[in-house]
């Protein structure tokens, strides 16, 4: 890995040394477009949240100045192994950017696999699969995907990219919310202050801005 790489891709970094949280409030430096499905089993429950991120032009041809070992302006397998290795290391740290709540309550995940990687079209994409704790189909789910140091924007382009699947699929009422940035520190301003930010960190507000799917099972 070159030394350059480090200043452009701190959220996603090789190593959790190299991930430089950004200010509370900063503008985005990686852009990608994702889509998370919701895998249910005919017994009622979560069983696997599947992810896709497809990353901006951009950054994907930064990442092959970066990682094209072999000078030959593409990423091969090896070299793709190589960034889905390190990716999985660094996002360890940050629950691979997702969020599951039940009822309010946080809920664990694990990633049973490394992050997979491809390059396709001009554009690096990465797909992976979560294993959350035992969730059953019953009161107010909730799952979100953001980045808690505001450095990346995962955008959900279409309701339709937050999906449920699966043979229990129909047995919740599912809504997308996209909250309102205006509206948010209009509601939040007592709070965000000074100290809110010394003592909290950007997640807290990044996870407020953030589109998450409600589910509503009875």
């Known amino acids: 890995m070159t030394t350059h790489l480090i200043p452009r891709l701190p959220a996603i970094a090789a190593l959790a040394s190299l991930i430089a949280p950004a200010s509370a409030l900063a503008h985005p430096h990686v852009f990608a477009d994702a889509r998370l499905e919701i895998e249910t089993s005919a017994d009622g429950r979560v069983t696997e949240l599947r992810n896709v991120w497809r990353f901006d032009e951009v950054f994907?041809?930064?990442?092959?100045?970066?990682f094209d070992e072999?000078?030959?302006?593409?990423?091969?397998?090896?070299?793709?192994?190589?960034?889905?290795?390190?990716?999985?290391?660094?996002?360890?740290?940050?629950?691979?950017?997702?969020?599951?709540t039940v009822n309010g309550k946080d809920i664990g995940i694990t990633l049973p696999e490394a992050i997979k990687v491809d390059y396709q079209d001009g554009q690096l994409l990465m797909f992976f699969a979560l294993v959350p704790d035992s969730i059953e189909l019953a009161g107010k789910i909730a799952f979100g995907v953001f980045d808690p140091t505001m450095y990346a924007a995962l955008d959900f382009i279409n309701d339709e990219d937050m999906a449920v699947t699966g043979a229990s699929a129909s047995r919740c009422a599912r809504k997308v919310v996209r909250p309102d940035f205006d509206e948010i520190i209009e509601q939040n301003q007592a709070s965000l202050t000074e100290a809110f930010f010394e003592t909290t960190g950007s997640g807290d507000l990044s996870k407020l801005l953030a589109t998450r799917l409600e589910l509503d099972c009875k």
């Open 60 to 66: 994907s041809s930064s990442v092959i100045l970066d």
């Open 70 to 100: 072999n000078a030959d302006m593409k990423l091969d397998a090896g070299e793709l192994a190589k960034i889905g290795d390190m990716v999985t290391q660094s996002l360890a740290e940050f629950d691979y950017y997702t969020s599951v």
